[in-house]
């Protein structure tokens, strides 16, 4: 038997990186998935977006893991989009226990010169999109009157921020007032809310030029490699970034028995990075 078998999570942003890592820890755990992603490019991120090709590879990775999905191509800047998502989910599932709105981009400039296209699109994505997924699926949460857990994607920059990605930081900074606020409003439901806030992961999000320049502004085209040694120096441990499992088993602890009574808390999973910066 797994930890959540009969439980339903809804996760935006689930085609690959932290959003796919999250949705097969909780199905391997017998979580049913609600979710959508873009799969389209951003116009502001120095990466890649995800593809339809990735999401239906999600879907293939949680249906060999016995689970049900479904899964629809949505822009979390849209409200009509989630929930038209969350809706599909929820007549073929009957329910849902878990709510993780993991889309997010990262992008960025000195706060004086980023264009106020790019500002919007970040904060649309990682700040509304988060509310758009909260209001969408809440009041099912709770109508069902049985508790539930929502559990908000921060970062270390929701806790202190950095030079460069001021659009990243002020919408991870929202994140964090945002789920204190529900955390209160939902309490006497019984539902937790809580935010992970982790330290460097190895996705697209962090492994690209622009984010790797920040880190090496010697160097006129740094790589991976060039820049391995200086992430690892902003860690306590000798890391210079963590998988996505470490934030998705963060989470399960959040969304399961084990963290019962934990609500309104910002857990840092970050190797000592706040503490030595």
């Known amino acids: 038997m797994g930890q959540l078998d009969g439980k339903v999570a ?31 490019e951003i116009g502001s991120t120095a990466y890649e ?20 999905a479904v899964v629809t191509q949505a822009d979390v800047r849209d409200y009509d989009q989630v929930k038209a998502a969350f809706d599909a989910g929820l007549e073929q599932l009957g329910r849902v226990d878990i709510v993780i709105p993991n889309a997010g981009i990262c992008a960025g400039a000195p706060i004086w010169e980023n264009t106020v296209e790019a500002w919007r699109e970040t904060i649309d994505i990682n700040l509304t999109g988060v509310f758009h997924t909260i209001k969408a699926a809440t009041p099912t949460l709770i109508e069902q009157n049985e508790g539930g857990s929502i559990v908000f994607i921060g970062s270390t920059e929701a806790l202190k921020g950095a030079a460069g990605i001021g659009a990243y930081s002020a919408s991870k900074h929202g994140v964090t007032g945002l ?16 935010s992970v806030n982790p330290t460097c992961v190895d996705t697209h999000m962090i492994q690209n030029e622009f984010v790797w320049k920040l880190f090496r502004p010697d160097l006129e085209k740094p790589t991976r490699e060039d820049v391995s040694d ?8 000798p890391v210079p970034w963590m998988e996505p499992q470490d934030v998705s088993n963060a989470i399960l602890y959040l969304v399961t028995d084990s963290g019962r009574y934990v609500t309104a808390t910002t857990l840092t999973i970050d190797a000592g990075f706040i503490v030595k910066s």
Request: with cysteine.
């Open 10 to 40: 809804f996760i935006t942003g689930l085609a690959r990186g932290q959003g796919r890592s999250h949705a097969l820890t909780l199905a391997r755990e017998g979580a049913d998935i609600i979710g959508l992603d873009l799969c389209g």
């Open 179 to 194: 789920m204190t606020s529900l955390a209160r409003e939902l309490g006497p439901y019984n539902i937790r809310v809580n």
């Open 49 to 68: 977006g995800a593809t339809a090709d990735d999401l239906d590879e999600t879907v293939r990775l949680i249906k060999d893991l016995g689970r049900q």
């Open 230 to 237: 200086t992430f690892a120096s902003t860690h306590i441990l």
